[in-house]
């Protein structure tokens, strides 16, 4: 019996992770579409989350954040230098280091940008009730505490 209990739970847990998965790969569909009316990526924009116009970010904390090599980043960088939204400073702790600063521009259209995610994210979610919403949220919250410790984060 314990046998069956088993496989049960291991069912469960690849069905899982496949409707994650699978839900991931649509929601990431879904993104590239609101984002597409601003020419941004999905890393593009998530960067422009992550570094503010004050005191900006290191290029390794960005890499960090973002789960992606220092190369990508490099490259989102320099798009958001060439397009006018961030541009690279000194950093004041480390000579060696630089950081990223949102330019007012850049400032700008992550407000314009974020409000429009956040209006295609309540449609995508309106299907659920705002109980079932909060309980998503937590055993999400869940998982991705579990997945950090694992990883060491």
């Not at 960005?62 to 320099?78: A, E, F, I, Y």
């Not at 209006?119 to 579990?146: D, N, P």
Request: charged residues 25%; proline residues 1%.
């Amino acid at each position: 019996m314990a046998d069956i209990a088993a496989i049960d739970i291991s069912t469960l847990s690849t069905q899982g992770y496949r409707l994650l998965v699978e839900s991931f790969i649509l929601l990431d569909a879904c993104d590239r579409m609101a984002l597409q009316p601003f020419g941004l990526s999905i890393i593009q924009y998530n960067a422009l989350l992550l570094i503010d116009e004050e005191s900006g970010r290191r290029l390794t904390d960005l890499s960090d954040r973002l789960l992606c090599d220092k190369s990508t980043v490099t490259r989102t960088v320099d798009w958001l230098e060439n397009e006018g939204l961030a541009r690279r400073i000194a950093d004041p702790d480390d000579r060696r280091a630089q950081r990223v600063v949102l330019t007012k521009a850049g400032s700008a259209l992550r407000e314009q940008v974020a409000a429009a995610h956040e209006h295609s994210l309540a449609k995508r979610m309106a299907m659920f009730s705002t109980t079932e919403q909060q309980q998503f949220v937590g055993l999400l919250a869940r998982l991705r505490a579990h997945l950090r410790e694992e990883l060491g984060h």
